[in-house]
């Protein structure tokens, strides 16, 4: 149950885009599309952004969007605004009805 | 309006025991899993347990296993966790999270699964310290 991998920080300028890796192995995010994505302020419960890889809830704004490849899911998110910074946290199943989360992302909007 | 509460968190020694509650509201809570998840202060999120919607089964993290214990009491819409011999890392916020749950094949023979965390409460501290 390692934690998936994620960069510690990223940044961009306000309209930019921004894409943040989270880096599993065979057994969690190669084996499963069940990745999510979740957005935390500090203080704040998590929200989720996307998840199935690609999948937005409704309500999400269609500026942020999900892939994945092989072992590897990313977040992007187009139009960056001031409002975009906070933490973001990939999560994917690991089997067996268990799920693990990656270290996050602190999100800073320049 | 799907709502989550949990209560109970507090300050407690190493060793000793504690029992967080999360009231649920707003869908059918036998219907779906639910899943506790910490935060250790300034870390990030992990996920330590989950129950099916039945709480037939319970699943758990390698950290908290033979320490905590889930349940649930679908008549009271709520979901429990247990937590013993608690050392001082065990300190964090602890966040209660309804799973999210997709389905495929027709309309009358669906077969569900779980993609995430969908709905989450608003978190309750737990602070392990002598």
């Known amino acids: 149950q390692s934690a998936l991998t994620q960069p510690a920080s990223v940044s961009g300028s306000p309209g930019q885009s921004i894409t943040i890796s989270c880096t599993g192995t065979?057994?969690?995010?190669?084996?499963?599309?069940?990745v999510s994505w979740y957005q935390q302020y500090p203080g704040k419960a998590p929200k989720l952004l996307i998840y199935e890889a690609s999948k937005r809830p409704s309500g999400v704004s269609n500026r942020f969007s999900g892939s994945k490849s092989v072992n590897t899911a990313s977040l992007t998110i187009s139009g960056l605004q001031a409002e975009d910074e906070a933490d973001y946290y990939c999560c994917s199943y690991a089997g067996s009805s268990t799920w693990v989360f990656g270290g996050g992302t602190k999100l800073t909007v320049l | 309006e799907v709502q989550l509460l949990e209560s109970g968190g507090g300050l407690v020694q190493p060793g000793g025991s504690l029992r967080l509650s999360c009231a649920a509201s707003g869908f059918t809570f036998s219907s779906y899993a639910m899943s506790w998840v910490r935060q250790a202060p300034g870390k990030g999120l992990e996920w330590i347990s989950g129950i099916s919607g039945s709480g037939d089964s319970t699943y758990y993290a390698d950290s908290v296993k033979g320490r905590f214990t889930i349940s649930r009491d679908n008549s009271k819409n709520t979901v429990y966790l247990q937590m013993n011999s608690l050392r001082a890392e065990d300190t964090a916020v602890y966040y209660c999270a309804k799973q999210g749950r997709g389905y495929y094949g027709s309309e009358v023979r669906k077969t569900y699964y779980y993609y995430g965390m969908d709905v989450w409460g608003q978190g309750t501290t737990v602070t392990v310290s002598s």
């Open positions: 065979s057994s969690d995010v190669g084996s499963y599309n069940l």
